[in-house]
C-alpha cells in the first residue's frame, strides 16, 4: 500500500505532526482515511515470487506497513521499520545479527528479559556477553576492545535504562564501537522517537517495544525495528519469516491507532513527571530518586544534550520505617495506592507502579526497595494525593 507521504515531505514536519500524518492511505478520491485491516494469510499470484511481493501471510501483511513506515519516519530513517510479535521478538531479532562465538556488550542494568535472553545465548556458548555500566563510557570502550581479548561484534544501548535510567553517550559510544567494527542496537523504548532518535546518534538499529508508549493503551503487545542500512534491514526481515515472530492485522491497526495521540500523551506525561519528581524528591520516605529531569540527577547534562524532554518514568527507593525495612516498606506503598495501579510494563494511559524486584529476573543489583513509576496522563494533582495518602498510611 502506498503511503501519503514521501521521504521528502516526512523530514519536512515535525514529529507532533508527523504521528497524525504518516501512514495513511493515498491523498485519493474515496480512499479511506485509515489504513484497513487486511485478514488474510495468503494472496493470489502464479508464477515465482518477485522480491517485494506479499505472497504469504508470514512475509507481509498490509495492515503492518503503514505502521512501520510511520514509526520508520519518526526515527529519521530512511526505510520502513519492521513489526513484531512481541518486543522480545524484535530484540531476538537484533541479536540474531551477531555472528556465531562473537561478543556482545551489553548494559549490566537492561530490560530483563534482553539480559536473560542474551545471558542464556551466552550460557549456551553462542556468544560471548560482557556487561558494563553503560554510563560509563571509559568502561565501556574498555569492554569494546579490551587490552587482552576479542573486539565486541554487538554494542547494545539503553538510555535511559531499565530501571536504574542511567543516561548512556550515545554519539561517543556509537562512535567507539563503530571504531572497533561493532554495530550498535539501541533500545529507545523509554524515550520514543519523539523525545531522542538513536539513528541520528549514530545507531545502526533502533528497538521498540511498541507494547508500551507507541501503542500506549495496554491493549496489545509488539515490537519493532527500525535501520537505515539496507542489508541489515534484510538480514532482519529474513529472521523474521523464518522464526515467525510476525504481528496480527488487528494489533498492527491498534498500534497505528495509538500512535496518533503520542505527542499528546508524551508532553502530559513528561510535564507531570517532573512534577511528581520534584515533590518526591523532598519527601522523608523517599530514600533516593532517579529521574533525568531533575539537576541533582548524575545523568541530567548528558540527557540534556540528546533528548527533548526527560522521558515520563521515575523511580524511588522507598525507605524503611517502624518494622518494616525498605522491600517490605515499598510494597506497602504500591498495596495503598487507589489510583496509580500496581501492574508491571509502562507507557500507557494510565500511571503504573511496581517494587521491581518482585520479578526474579531482575538484576540483584536493582535495590530491592526500588519502585518503579509510569507516568501516564492523569491529572498530575490527583496522581500526587494519590501518592500522599498512600505515603501516609505507610507512616500511620
Known amino acids: 500500500m502506498a503511503m501519503s507521504l514521501s521521504e521528502e515531505q516526512a523530514q519536512a514536519l515535525s514529529a507532533e505532526t508527523l504521528v497524525v500524518a504518516a501512514g495513511r492511505p493515498p491523498r485519493e478520491r474515496d480512499q479511506p482515511v485509515n489504513p484497513p485491516i487486511v485478514l488474510s494469510s495468503t494472496y493470489f499470484g502464479t508464477g515465482p515470487l518477485a522480491d517485494g511481493e506479499r505472497g504469504y ?87 569494546l576492545a579490551p587490552a587482552a581479548g576479542r573486539p565486541a561484534s554487538m554494542l547494545w544501548l539503553e538510555s535511559p535504562t531499565n530501571p536504574m535510567l542511567g543516561i548512556a553517550d550515545i554519539s561517543a559510544l556509537t562512535e567507539a564501537a563503530h571504531d572497533v567494527g561493532a554495530i550498535v542496537v539501541t533500545d529507545n523504548t523509554f524515550s520514543t522517537p519523539l523525545v531522542q532518535q538513536p ?65 499528546l500523551r508524551i508532553e502530559r506525561s513528561q510535564a507531570s513527571a517532573v512534577v511528581l519528581a520534584e515533590r518526591l524528591s523532598s519527601h522523608p520516605l ?75 529476573a531482575e538484576p540483584l543489583s536493582v535495590p530491592e526497595n526500588l519502585v518503579r513509576l509510569s507516568v501516564g496522563i492523569e491529572n498530575v494533582e490527583d496522581l500526587w494525593a494519590d501518592l500522599e495518602q498512600a505515603f501516609a498510611l505507610l507512616e500511620g
Open 199 to 263: 539513528l541520528q546518534l549514530g545507531s545502526d538499529v533502533v528497538l521498540h517495544s511498541v507494547t508500551k508508549y507507541l501503542a500506549g493503551h495496554s491493549d496489545v503487545v509488539l515490537g519493532a525495528l527500525v535501520t537505515s542500512n539496507p542489508d541489515i534491514r534484510k538480514a532482519l526481515l529474513h529472521h523474521r519469516i523464518i522464526h515467525g515472530a510476525v504481528a496480527g492485522p488487528f494489533e498492527a491497526w491498534l498500534a497505528l491507532r495509538g500512535l496518533r495521540t503520542l505527542a
Open 57 to 143: 501471510g508470514r512475509y507481509a501483511n498490509p495492515s503492518w506497513e503503514p505502521f512501520e513506515e510511520a514509526l520508520g519516519q519518526l526515527e529519521g530513517a530512511t526505510l520502513p521499520g519492521l513489526l513484531y510479535a512481541s518486543g522480545l521478538a524484535a530484540a531476538s531479532s537484533a541479536l540474531s545479527l551477531i555472528p556465531a562465538g562473537a561478543v556482545l556488550v551489553m548494559p549490566s542494568h537492561s530490560y530483563a528479559g534482553s539480559l536473560v535472553m542474551a545471558t542464556e545465548m551466552a550460557e549456551k556458548g553462542f556468544i560471548e556477553l560482557r556487561t558494563v555500566d553503560i554510563t560509563d563510557s571509559d568502561a565501556v570502550r574498555e569492554q
Open 286 to 360: 523517599v530514600e533516593a530518586i532517579r529521574f533525568p529531569g531533575l539537576p541533582s540527577d548524575p545523568g541530567h547534562q548528558r540527557a540534556s544534550t540528546q533528548m527533548k524532554g526527560f522521558g515520563s518514568i521515575l523511580c524511588i527507593q522507598v525507605a524503611p520505617v517502624a518494622g518494616l525495612d525498605g522491600a517490605a516498606a515499598a510494597d506497602r506503598l504500591v498495596q495503598g495506592l487507589k489510583l496509580w495501579l500496581p501492574a508491571t510494563s509502562l507507557g500507557g494511559v494510565e500511571s503504573l507502579i511496581e517494587r521491581r524486584r518482585r520479578h526474579l
